[in-house]
């Protein structure tokens, strides 16, 4: 649903804080919003979204490469 909001040029951050909200331990949803967010160069806010993923799943490798990539962007 993010990526319809997306191709019919509608924000899907709201929703997706919105199904974050209600399901905080949902994997993809914490990962398409930081993805979102990364894209939007807001990597600041993306840093928290990873990593409750990465609570969920720490066995997914990728994550820890974006974890790393958005932590240098944030500037930390």
């Given at each position: 649903l993010a990526r319809q909001?997306?191709?019919s040029g509608d924000d899907p951050v709201p929703?997706?804080?919105r199904v974050q909200q209600a399901h905080p331990r949902?994997?993809?949803t914490n990962v398409q919003l930081a993805e979102v967010l990364v894209d939007r160069q807001n990597p600041g806010d993306a840093l928290r979204y990873f990593q409750?993923?990465?609570a969920t799943r720490p066995q997914t490798a990728t994550l820890y490469r974006h974890l790393?990539?958005?932590t240098t962007q944030a500037g930390r």
């Open positions: 909001f997306q191709d929703f997706l804080k949902d994997f993809w409750a993923a990465l790393g990539k958005t």
